[in-house]
């Protein structure tokens, strides 16, 4: 596991993964800017249709523990907090799970310019 501040550092980009709690094949894209900010795409597929959500707040890094707080969803004030600890964690993968019910995430670093795959060529 990274120094404090360096999995801080190694926290900030922007990361591309697949599933959700209720949706496994649902897909995201975290984008993690260097002043705390976040912004969340997420798009689940059905039927080759894209249903998107947008959510963004703040984050922040202590040790392995990632807490993000969430302030708007798709523009609306809808604030939370949601906890994560950090599995394993390099320059381009990430493994981490949701604390509450132990949802285990695993993302890849993309292209800060990384837009979400359509529909029809994932569903």
């Keep these: 596991m990274a120094s404090p501040a360096a999995a801080a550092d190694l926290q900030i980009g922007t990361w591309f993964g697949h599933g959700q709690p209720s949706d496994k094949a649902a897909m995201y894209i975290d984008r993690m800017n260097p002043d705390g900010s976040f912004r969340v795409h997420h798009r ?47 320059q381009t993968a990430q493994r981490y799970v949701y604390l509450p019910d132990n949802f285990e995430y695993n993302s890849r670093r993309v292209a800060s310019n990384y837009e979400m795959p359509r529909c029809d060529l994932v569903s």
């Design 44 to 90: 689940a597929c059905r039927k080759g249709k894209a249903y998107d959500q947008v959510q963004t707040g703040r984050w922040s890094r202590k040790g392995d523990i990632m807490t993000i707080r969430i302030e708007t969803v798709n523009g609306v004030p809808d604030p939370r907090t949601d906890t994560y600890r950090i599995l394993a964690e390099s």
